[in-house]
């Protein structure tokens, strides 16, 4: 029975946590206005940044990149010490499905008619926050693809890609047992990486993706 309160909290707090919109918030806090309301109408840093400047994007971009973090930390600690439970003798478990479900909260928000950004940047800190070495090596991979080919949608899939495997090569190198069931999680991000960035696969097929810098801007590609 411990097992799927375990679960439902972690789930449940989780996706709700994440499904809180960080630009709504902090520009109704600092600002007191909708940021849907000006420039491309989209709640997502890049258009926080171009309408409020400097200071709201970057507490915007901490608060996103703390929702990832925090949740895999809470649901740890409540399930773990709170609860008494370890699934599958795994410590790591139930950061996964911590992290899978506040980046399924971001990418289909509840509070904001399910429309939310693509994850990676909330991906990436849940990911840090479960398995920092396998994180670390898959930025790794983003940055020299990003280096490589100036586009970031296909830096953030490539790492995604990455991912599971280094989560098997490390963790079973670290004595990891369980590190199967942990790529196998690894996997489940991978998926929902790329499908959310199947417009931006379809332009770099046709050749028509943004570079990094670009100033053509006529649609927002917000992570």
């Not at 100036?150 to 991912?163: D, E, M, R």
């Not at 929902?192 to 990094?212: C, Q, S």
Request: charge should be positive; glycine fraction near 8%; hydrophobic fraction near 50%.
């Amino acid at each position: 029975m411990k097992e799927f309160f375990s679960i439902l909290f972690t789930v449940v707090f989780s996706y709700l946590f994440g499904s809180m919109n960080s630009a709504i918030i902090v520009c109704r806090l600092l600002k007191k206005k909708d940021i849907r309301d000006y420039g491309s109408g989209n709640a997502g840093l890049t258009n926080v940044l171009r309408v409020f400047g400097k200071g709201p994007a970057l507490a915007t971009l901490l608060a996103d990149l703390a929702k990832g973090v925090i949740a895999v930390v809470v649901c740890r600690l409540v399930v773990t010490y709170g609860f008494g439970v370890v699934f599958f003798d795994n410590k790591l478990f139930i950061g996964y499905v911590a992290g899978l479900a506040v980046m399924l909260g971001h990418i289909f928000p509840v509070f904001y008619k399910f429309h939310g950004g693509k994850g990676v940047l909330i991906t990436a800190t849940t990911l840090l926050a479960i398995d920092p070495l396998t994180c670390l090596f898959s930025v790794t991979v983003f940055a020299i693809i990003l280096a490589l080919t100036k586009y970031v949608s296909l830096g953030s899939i490539c790492a995604a890609v990455a991912y599971p495997i280094f989560t098997v090569l490390i963790q079973s190198w670290r004595g990891i047992e369980s590190h199967w069931i942990n790529a196998g999680m690894a996997c489940i991000f991978t998926v929902f990486i790329v499908v959310m960035h199947r417009p931006n696969i379809k332009r770099l097929i046709e050749g028509t993706e943004n570079k990094f810098g670009s100033k053509n801007k006529d649609k927002e590609q917000e992570e």
